[in-house]
T-cell receptor, first 115, second 115 residues
Framework: DSGVTQTPKHLITATGQRVTLRCSPR?????VYWYQQSLDQGLQFLIQ???????AKGNILERFSAQQFPDLHSELNLSSLELGDSALYFC??????????????FGPGTRLTVL | AQTVTQSQPEMSVQEAETVTLSCTYD???????LFWYKQPPSRQMILVIR??????QNATENRFSVNFQKAAKSFSLKISDSQLGDTAMYFC????????????FGSGTQLTVLP
C-alpha cells in the first residue's frame, strides 16, 4: 500500500457525460500528479499540483481540468467524455520540495470506461 | 524532450533464474533520476528501484539491481532468483532533477515468471 488513495476504483459512464476522480496524497506529501494510462498512448503525464497551485501541465485535453484543495486532496474533472477517454487514471504524490526530485508513489488508479 | 525506450515488449524466465530487462533513454541534461516501476495484474504501480544519475554506484534493492551506464544512456534491471510474484509489466521511467518535474515512461516490458 503506497498510502495514496483514489476513488472510485471503477467508473462506467456514457459519452458526453462529466465525471470527477478523487485522490488523497500520502501524509506529508504536497505534490500531486495525474497520469493517464491507455492502450494506445501508454502512460502519459497530465498535470501536477504543488500545495494547491498548478506547477506543470502535460498532454491534458481542454475538456479535462484539475484542482488541489487546502487539505491537499486533488480532483480530476473530465467532461464531454469520448470513447477514447476510456483509460486507467493514476494519481501519484511526492513531498515536492523546492529543489529535490522526489520519488512519486502511485495510487491504485481509477478505471474509467466510456460507453 | 526526453524519451525512454524499452525494446523488449515481452520476456519470460524460469522461476529461480535471473533475467535482465533493458531500457535506454535520451536526454541532453546531466542531472536526472531513473526508476523502474512494476505493474502486476492488479494494475497498481509499484516502485522497484531508483537511481540518481550523479551516483556511479548501481542501486540495489534485495533481488533487484540495475546496471546504469550513463555514457551509453542505458539503465537495465536485473532480477535475481525470480519468483512467480515478479510476473508484471515493468516500466522504466525518467525524471529531470529539480522541482515540478514529471515522469516520462517507456512502453513497458511484460515479464512472465514460469513455474
Amino acid at each position: 500500500d503506497s498510502g495514496v488513495t483514489q476513488t472510485p476504483k471503477h467508473l462506467i459512464t456514457a459519452t458526453g457525460q462529466r465525471v470527477t476522480l478523487r485522490c488523497s496524497p500520502r501524509s506529508g506529501d504536497l505534490s500531486v500528479y495525474w497520469y493517464q494510462q491507455s492502450l494506445d498512448q501508454g502512460l502519459q503525464f497530465l498535470i501536477q499540483y504543488y500545495n494547491g497551485e498548478e506547477r506543470a501541465k502535460g498532454n491534458i485535453l481542454e475538456r479535462f481540468s484539475a484542482q488541489q484543495f487546502p487539505d491537499l486532496h486533488s480532483e480530476l474533472n473530465l467532461s464531454s467524455l469520448e470513447l477514447g477517454d476510456s483509460a486507467l487514471y493514476f494519481c501519484a504524490s511526492s513531498k515536492g520540495t523546492a529543489t529535490n526530485t522526489d520519488t512519486q508513489y502511485f495510487g491504485p488508479g481509477t478505471r474509467l470506461t466510456v460507453l | 524532450a526526453q524519451t525512454v525506450t524499452q525494446s523488449q515488449p515481452e520476456m519470460s524466465v524460469q522461476e529461480a533464474e535471473t533475467v535482465t530487462l533493458s531500457c535506454t533513454y535520451d536526454t541532453s541534461e546531466s542531472n536526472y533520476y531513473l526508476f523502474w516501476y512494476k505493474q502486476p495484474p492488479s494494475r497498481q504501480m509499484i516502485l522497484v528501484i531508483r537511481q540518481e544519475a550523479y551516483k556511479q554506484q548501481n542501486a540495489t534493492e534485495n533481488r533487484f539491481s540495475v546496471n546504469f551506464q550513463k555514457a551509453a544512456k542505458s539503465f537495465s534491471l536485473k532480477i535475481s532468483d525470480s519468483q512467480l510474484g515478479d510476473t508484471a509489466m515493468y516500466f522504466c521511467a525518467f525524471i529531470l532533477s529539480g522541482s515540478a518535474r514529471q515522469l516520462t515512461f517507456g512502453s513497458g516490458t511484460q515479464l512472465t515468471v514460469l513455474p
